[in-house]
């Protein structure tokens, strides 16, 4: 299938202002694209990428006074199939993981396993390890989360999602990434785009986030905000959680007045 991807956003400076984003489609994914994913800026100002220390792709300008519109607009292809399913997957015991890997273990700025670890072994002790560990932790906070845009807030991080039972696809994966790592599974949090394809259209399209998590030597998908598999994901970037894979980072006032992202299937 063929995916219509992008997005504009808008910012407002009172003077010059570095920005450090993190919005071009994951190398990974980059072979997929029909269109080239290109980060444009109106007004026009050159754009620096690097690659980071999680493999993601990362953007550096100078924004100038006054409005700055970044931009995106392309096309990919998608197998058209639905989140990998592996029921049988185990878990790797600690000491057999991948030095690569161990860092998902550890905690992180919004996923606080030191505050969450008797929590997470008094619910899911009991479990079958491996892939039916970590379905169950999607489920708990999938019903645990009541989802709206209004408790959204940047310095949130997974025990208060957890206390307050209240969040944005964000707090969903750093809640279960905490949990999961809580368990000794490895998980990762990840962001990029995902639309209505396949399920029916729930509102305004946004930036989703999600997580993977370590198995039987591969990573998995699981996303505990939607709880089912999907169709579509388009991987931007993936780190340890919202902190290493923020679309913006100012240096200086930026404020964001204009936003919209589009995920979209098209005729083949």
């Known amino acids: 299938m063929r995916i219509h991807t992008g997005f504009e956003i ?20 980059r072979a997929a694209l ?26 550096r300008v100078m924004a100038p006074a006054g409005r700055f519109v970044l931009s995106a607009d392309f096309i990919i292809h998608d197998s058209g199939q639905v989140d990998d399913f592996a029921p049988s997957a185990a878990e790797t015991p600690v000491e057999y993981l991948p030095d690569d890997v161990l860092v998902y273990l550890l905690g992180s700025r919004y996923c606080e396993t030191d505050k969450l670890s008797d929590i997470a072994w008094s619910l899911f002790a009991h479990t079958t390890p491996g892939w039916a560990r970590v379905q169950t ?3 708990f906070v999938h019903n645990h989360i009541v989802f709206g845009y209004e408790h959204a807030r940047p310095t949130k991080g997974a025990h208060e999602a ?16 905490a949990f999961c ?10 962001t ?3 639309g209505d394809i396949g399920v029916p259209i729930v509102g305004e399209m946004d930036f989703s986030a999600w997580f993977e998590v370590y198995l039987d030597g591969r990573w998995y ?46 005729p083949t």
């Open 10 to 29: 808008a910012y407002d400076c009172p003077a010059p202002t570095l920005l450090m984003l993190c919005l071009s489609v994951h190398p990974t994914r």
């Open 34 to 59: 029909e269109t080239p994913d290109v980060l444009l800026t109106a007004p026009y100002v050159p754009v620096r990428q690097y690659i980071d220390g999680f493999g993601n792709i990362c953007s």
């Open 137 to 139: 932790i999607t489920d």
């Open 162 to 177: 957890y206390v307050e039972r209240t969040g944005v696809c964000r707090d969903y994966a750093h809640l279960a990434v």
């Open 181 to 190: 790592r809580a368990m000794n599974i490895p998980a990762r949090y990840c």
């Open 192 to 194: 990029g785009y995902l």
């Open 221 to 266: 998908a699981f996303d505990a905000r939607n709880n089912r598999p999907r169709i579509g994901r388009v991987l931007i970037a993936r780190g340890r959680d919202a902190t290493d894979v923020a679309i913006s980072n100012a240096f200086g006032e930026a404020t964001l007045v204009g936003f919209k992202v589009v995920s979209e299937d098209l």
